[in-house]
């Protein structure tokens, strides 16, 4: 039996539940969307610039290639890896498994298949940490742009607003240089997670990660915020598409705004399909923009960045049996 079926059959039926909810839920979101706000036809086809949409598309191998560096990063230091074939097929297999598990736990499943030699928690816990290092930018930053997004609209004040954005930069600020600085000893993990066995264990493993090298954590930190660039940039191109890139900077602090409220929000659709295009729809919307553009955009932005690659990755994963 292959060992990506024995990893299967540990799945429980609540989980198969769970992935069949996944199913449901885009559907229902998108049918929901479609009668409320958008219509589903070909218009999604009819763009007016090509020049914005390949610009776009072309940003989907950017996006791809600076996971893959940080992935590479991560296994070069870490596992030893140096095989960049396999890098990106442990990439693109993660990509493809996690988009129809709960909560995307199968893209450390789908990376550790291609690790074969590789210990599952040991892949699991160095994806958590790069995974951890793009939710950090995208909640700072999201966090900010609604801030400003609120102050706009409820026509909050510039001398409440400002210095409430000011504070709230360097609150996070302040924290992130206290967790650099915090430390923890085993003893202490010990006696806090006495009765709880399994969440020792996990604390264990991920501060194992600390043996990262202060260098390559700093590298992981740039080229997250790099890629988080990347995808908001990628999502005004793709408005701009439909549109015109007369208000890119508007695009671009949607784009922000969708990123951080699909975050917010539990993986419970495949890709966060329908979840991000509500989005999408509303917040364009509220900017004075078409609704049907923000579902398009957001639908491109989708198909190019999780449908293409998953379906690379589901080739890699067929073929690692």
């Known amino acids: 039996m292959s060992y990506f079926s024995n990893i299967m059959k540990q799945v429980s039926s609540k989980e198969f539940l769970y992935f069949l909810l996944k ?21 999604i086809f009819k763009v007016n610039s090509i020049a ?6 072309a940003l989907t191998f950017l996006n791809i290639y600076i996971q893959f560096l940080k992935w590479e990063l991560l ?3 870490y596992f030893g890896i140096k095989s960049r074939v396999e890098v990106i097929k442990s990439l693109l297999s993660g990509i493809a498994a996690g988009i129809f598990t709960p909560g995307r736990l199968g893209e450390f499943l789908g990376r550790s298949i291609i690790l074969k030699k590789e210990k599952l928690g040991e892949v699991m816990l160095t994806t958590i940490y790069e995974k951890l ?7 700072y930053v999201g966090i900010v742009l609604v801030e400003i997004y609120a102050s706009e609209i409820y026509e909050i004040p510039k001398y409440f607003s400002i210095p409430l954005i ?6 996070i600020f302040i924290i992130m240089k206290y967790l650099k600085r915090f430390s923890l000893t085993d003893n202490q993990i010990e006696k806090a997670t006495k009765k709880l066995p399994f969440l020792k264990k996990l604390l264990f493993n991920l501060y194992n990660t600390r043996r990262i090298n202060p260098t390559l954590k700093r590298q992981l930190f740039g080229l997250s915020l790099i890629l988080y660039i990347v995808i908001i940039v990628q999502y005004a191109f793709f408005v701009s ?15 922000g705004l969708v990123i951080f409220i699909t975050t917010l929000i539990p993986s419970i659709s495949i890709g966060d399909l329908g979840i991000r295009e509500g989005a999408s729809v509303l917040i364009l919307s509220s900017f004075g ?5 923000g579902f398009n955009a957001s639908l491109l932005l989708f198909c190019f960045n999780i449908f293409i690659p998953s379906v690379i990755g ?4 067929v073929r690692s049996k």
Do not use: H, R
């Open 133 to 139: 290092l793009n939710q950090f930018w995208i909640l």
């Open 314 to 317: 589901l080739y890699f994963l």
């Open 23 to 43: 199913l449901f839920v885009p559907v229902l979101l998108i049918y929901y969307l479609s009668v409320k706000f958008i219509t589903i036809d070909s218009s």
């Open 52 to 57: 914005f949409l390949a610009a776009g598309i």
């Open 241 to 255: 598409s439909y549109l015109n890139g007369a208000e890119i900077i508007n695009y671009l602090w949607v784009g």
């Open 75 to 77: 296994c070069n230091d």
């Open 166 to 171: 000011i504070f709230t930069v360097a609150i």
């Open 289 to 293: 923009f078409s609704q049907q553009t």
